[in-house]
């Protein structure tokens, strides 16, 4: 398989056409008829020349030759019908062929997307992700027209065209076949060689230019909260420059590749009518034959000049696909097992055994055969400094990253060995910083159920003590609640959050700090709904403030992927020189000082 040596990828035109070409081949019998019905309509244009000769020989022979003029007019309409009904039913098909494609090829980026690691999406703006798919679906509509509308009647043309001029006059259809070719291997060399490498260098900035301009509009409220605006103006006029400076190499390079094509057009012009110019004067001409060799290069000098413009688009779309197919190449960071089961949880025991853990890149391991059991049912918070395994922690039972080596299982059953939806449905989460769709209330809350319905909504918002800010809503549950949930408070959107959680009604809960940077009333109404939460839950609770594990069954102390403490916390805080104790008070002092400022 052939590479491309900057980037390791696939080369491009073998990449991105072995990819347009595995989705036509879904669609044989689509693929087939527009294929056919363009080529039975430039068939009819290839002929028309032929006609237009013998018309004018009938025209020039006198009154006798009127029937024959006839017969040649009559063809020559015939002919013009078939091209105007063929293009018309190539179209159509194309029409319903592309966009099934351009909706398989959407839903397939999409889907791989929702599947790539979460390190993937932390790399990539979205913004620029979601140009790289949108450009390619339309890059792959301008491919398929050049391809099938394009190329392949320009194809039958010159073949054609060329054996029909050779059948007449050998020389006159060598010129044809030598000019061509000549003509087709520059414009080849120009695009690919000159061309395209610029083209891609542009489109890489555009990329950019749409990841920037997503992320400053995502950032929006911090930008105004900071009087950022001229700042970010400059920050996307860099990116600006840049980015036209490179499309306008682009650009200027295809504009120098068609002048040079240009050019052989018009030696390859002179040649032709050069010699049939020659071939009347000597007698081995008609003027009839004269007319028909006019008409046959104006033909082939059309397809010829649009060829040039075809390579080109091909090129662009290729150039515009290329990232697309990329994604596809891409492998999934975590992929479901071959033969993977569904997850069924009953106790929610968790159990990390003698595992091992690296993250990408990282010379040493975060946990080196770790070993640790939760009970069914037990409430457990994790803490610790930044950087000590907690977040790690239940990533890892989430599975999110792969352990290296050793296993996590779930009452039993090894996550590896079951489907990560089937998994995930099990445990719900509630994080430090809630992420809600810009949908309806109902909807974000119902995310954990699909298919509940109002009444268990409103329940599960009960519980949360989130229904009645929502009712005082002017459109109650069918509030839209912006982008990530910006139109609602922090304390709102939490309680959202902690509704989804209870209507999920999954064994395995995990809370990353789910009461702080909030009021106190927010905290006091949260704190209310996290200890109904909690019943009947194995829980994990990941603590920066260590007031929230105070009621926990048993407190983990986390320090570099090891345990050091455990225990609950009046135990911990006994231990004259212990970890937990140095930490709770060191937040008592702080918040000593807090009060007293």
């Not at 087939?32 to 020039?60: K, Q």
């Not at 900071?226 to 682009?250: F, I, N």
């Not at 209507?503 to 709904?529: G, M």
């Amino acid at each position: 398989m052939s590479h491309d040596t900057q980037t390791g990828r696939r080369e491009p035109f073998r990449a991105v056409l072995g990819f347009t070409f595995r989705h036509w081949a879904r669609q044989p019998g689509q693929v087939a008829w527009v294929a056919g019905v363009t080529v039975a309509a430039t068939l009819a244009e290839l002929f028309t020349p032929v006609y237009a000769g013998r018309l004018v020989d009938a025209v020039s022979s006198g009154a006798g030759g009127t029937e024959a003029a006839l017969w040649a007019l009559g063809a020559m309409m015939v002919l013009a019908a078939i091209m105007v009904l063929g293009r018309h039913f190539a179209f159509v098909g194309l029409t319903i062929m592309t966009l099934r494609t351009m909706s398989d090829v959407s839903q397939e980026a999409f889907a791989r997307l929702q599947r790539f690691s979460t390190d993937w999406h932390a790399n990539n703006f979205a913004g620029s992700t979601v140009r790289k798919i949108t450009r390619g679906m339309w890059a792959l509509d301008l491919l398929t027209d050049t391809i099938l509308i394009a190329l392949l009647p320009s194809l039958v043309i010159l073949l054609g065209m060329t054996a029909v001029l050779a059948w007449h006059w050998p020389a006159m259809g060598l010129v044809v076949a030598l000019g061509a070719l000549a003509y087709i291997g520059l414009t080849l060399v120009l695009s690919l060689r000159f061309v395209a490498p610029a083209a891609r260098l542009g489109n890489a900035w555009d990329t950019r230019l749409g990841g920037a301009l997503a992320d400053a509009i995502t950032c929006n409220p911090v930008v105004k909260a900071y009087g950022g605006e001229a700042r970010e103006d400059l920050r996307l006029a860099t990116v600006v420059s840049k980015w036209s400076l490179r499309t306008r190499r682009a650009w200027l390079r295809g504009t120098w590749s068609g002048t040079g094509q240009n050019i052989v057009l018009l030696f390859l012009r002179a040649a032709v009518i050069g010699l049939v110019i020659w071939l009347w004067a000597n007698g081995q001409a008609s003027p009839g034959d004269v007319a028909f060799v006019l008409t046959a290069y104006a033909v082939v000098h059309g397809y010829l000049r649009d060829v040039g413009q075809h390579v080109h688009n091909l090129q662009r779309s290729v150039n515009d696909m290329e990232e697309l197919v990329w994604m596809h190449d891409l492998p999934y960071g975590v992929p479901d097992r071959k033969g993977a089961v569904d997850m069924g949880v009953t106790a929610g025991e968790i159990a990390f055994e003698d595992v091992t853990f690296h993250y990408g890149g990282h010379h040493d391991p975060l946990y080196r055969d770790f070993s640790l059991t939760i009970r069914g049912g037990e409430k457990v918070g994790l803490v610790g400094r930044s950087g000590s395994g907690k977040t790690t922690f239940v990533k890892l039972v989430q599975r999110l990253y792969d352990v290296t080596s050793g296993r996590i299982a779930i009452d039993g059953q090894d996550i590896a060995d079951v489907t990560q939806a089937s998994l995930r449905q099990q445990i719900a989460i509630v994080q430090q910083e809630p992420v809600l769709f810009h949908r309806s209330l109902a909807e974000n809350i119902a995310y954990g159920r699909p298919g509940a319905s109002l009444a268990q909504v409103e329940q599960a918002a009960k519980l949360a003590n989130a229904h009645d800010f929502i009712m005082r809503l002017p459109k109650g549950y069918a509030t839209l609640v912006g982008e990530r949930g910006i139109k609602l408070s922090g304390g709102e959107r939490q309680r959202v959050a902690l509704a989804r959680a209870f209507l999920a009604d999954a064994p395995i809960l995990i809370l990353d700090e789910a009461t702080s940077s909030l009021d106190s009333e927010s905290e006091a109404l949260i704190q209310q709904a996290i200890e109904r939460l909690m019943e009947g839950r194995t829980t994990i609770v990941i603590a920066h403030r260590l007031s929230t594990v105070r009621a926990m069954d048993r407190i983990l102390v986390f320090d570099r992927g090891r345990v050091i403490e455990e225990g609950p916390h009046e135990a911990l805080l006994t231990r004259q020189d212990g970890a937990y104790r140095a930490l709770f008070e060191k937040q008592v002092s702080e918040l000593a000082k807090g009060l007293a400022a």
